[in-house]
């Protein structure tokens, strides 16, 4: 079999796949909250992904992929069963403190759903009891919910039309498990930037640790570019090797979702030159600016996946 061969995908919507890839050293050495640099082609671009599971026994770690731009959406149409990435490097960042709360919080938004999994699952098994808050737009694009079940000793679905589970925003869902579960000691929330925002403004006046994954461009993902720079308590701090994972309520979340924008026009220009050149269809409508929801957090709402810049 082929070095960083798909083994497995599973589609869970028009935009968001999963990729079970072979790579038994890297399914031996990864720990929850790290992330790879895969490759699709030698002529491809370097993009971070999160390692959202990883199983030792068959030699695999699993990815989850919104196809939000050029690579994603090529990814989307050529990685089947049998073919093979050309480069897959990690893991990288710092892994998650799995630390010794006893009650435990994990929120993921979207597809920050699936890189929050390694870290519930690694609570639990660090004896802590672990409620998980998951929110979707609509029951069409809801996934692990049964994967979280069996790892979680409580769950709240939320979507924002109400179509499976709670109907509210992700911040509903956390209000209610803080109300159902008073004595919360960590909270972690992974997702879009402003979904990350909003839940760290949720816990700031019950003074709860709130880590969240930060999602900054990157490039090396060694901690030479500079490219994934992060306000963190008024200090600058490199996504790649300081992070992904930081203090919620210390990071400058406004910065960060600037900072993601910087490369539009280029993004734009590859996505469309590679739409013309395989004749894929473009994209309905173009990305809306985030500012318009960072500053209006409390109508948070989860993006369209289409739509969604994730947080990693
Ligand atoms: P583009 O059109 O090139 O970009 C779309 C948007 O994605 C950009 O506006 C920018 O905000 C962001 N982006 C583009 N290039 C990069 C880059 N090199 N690094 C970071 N963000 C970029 N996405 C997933 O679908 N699943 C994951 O598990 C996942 N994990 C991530 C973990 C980390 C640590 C980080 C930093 C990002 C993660 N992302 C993940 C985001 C993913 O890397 C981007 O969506 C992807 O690079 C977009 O590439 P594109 O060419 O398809 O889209
Ligand atoms: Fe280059 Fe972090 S990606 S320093
Ligand atoms: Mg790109």
């Keep these: 079999m082929s070095e960083f061969a798909v083994v497995a995908r599973e589609d869970f919507s028009d935009v968001t796949f999963l990729l079970e890839v072979r790579h038994p050293q890297m399914a031996r050495a990864a720990r929850p909250g790290q ?3 895969v490759m699709l082609h030698p002529q491809g671009e370097r993009i971070p992904l999160t390692i959202a ?42 892994p998650s403190t799995i630390g010794s709360a006893r009650k435990v919080l994990c929120v993921g938004g979207g597809l920050g759903v699936a890189p929050v999994f390694p870290q519930a ?9 672990v409620t998980a ?15 979280f079940r069996r790892a979680c000793d409580d769950l709240i679905l939320c979507t924002n039309d109400g179509s499976a589970g709670i109907r509210g925003l992700i911040t509903d869902g956390v ?9 919360i000691e960590e909270v972690i929330a992974i997702g879009p930037p402003v979904m990350m925002k909003a839940v760290a403004e949720a816990t700031r006046p019950h003074g709860i640790r709130t880590m969240v994954s ?20 008024g200090e600058v701090r490199f996504g790649c090797v300081d992070g992904p994972d930081f203090d919620g309520h210390l990071v400058d979340f406004d910065d ?19 739409s013309e050149s395989c004749r894929m269809p473009e994209p309905a409508q173009e ?18 996946p289409a739509e969604e810049v994730f947080g990693g």
């Design 256 to 274: 960060l979702m600037a900072r993601l924008h910087r490369f539009d026009t280029q993004e734009r220009t590859a996505q469309s030159r590679w």
């Design 35 to 37: 992330f790879v640099i």
């Design 287 to 304: 990305p809306a600016p985030p500012q318009s929801r960072a500053a209006a957090p409390d109508a948070y709402e989860l993006p369209d």
């Design 53 to 94: 599971d990883y199983d030792r026994g068959r030699g695999t770690i699993t990815l989850v992929i919104q196809a939000v731009g050029k690579t994603t959406r090529q990814m989307q149409q050529e990685c089947r069963v049998g073919s093979a990435l050309f480069a897959l490097v990690g893991p990288m960042g710092m």
């Design 175 to 183: 209000a209610l498990a803080l109300k159902r579960e008073p004595h």
């Design 214 to 233: 930060v999602n900054p461009i990157m490039v090396d993902g060694t901690g030479m570019c500079g490219g994934c720079r992060v306000k963190v308590g």
């Design 121 to 129: 699952r690694a609570f639990k098994e660090a004896g802590a009891q």
């Design 133 to 147: 808050v998951l929110g979707f737009r609509t029951r069409e694009l809801v996934f692990w919910e049964d994967k």
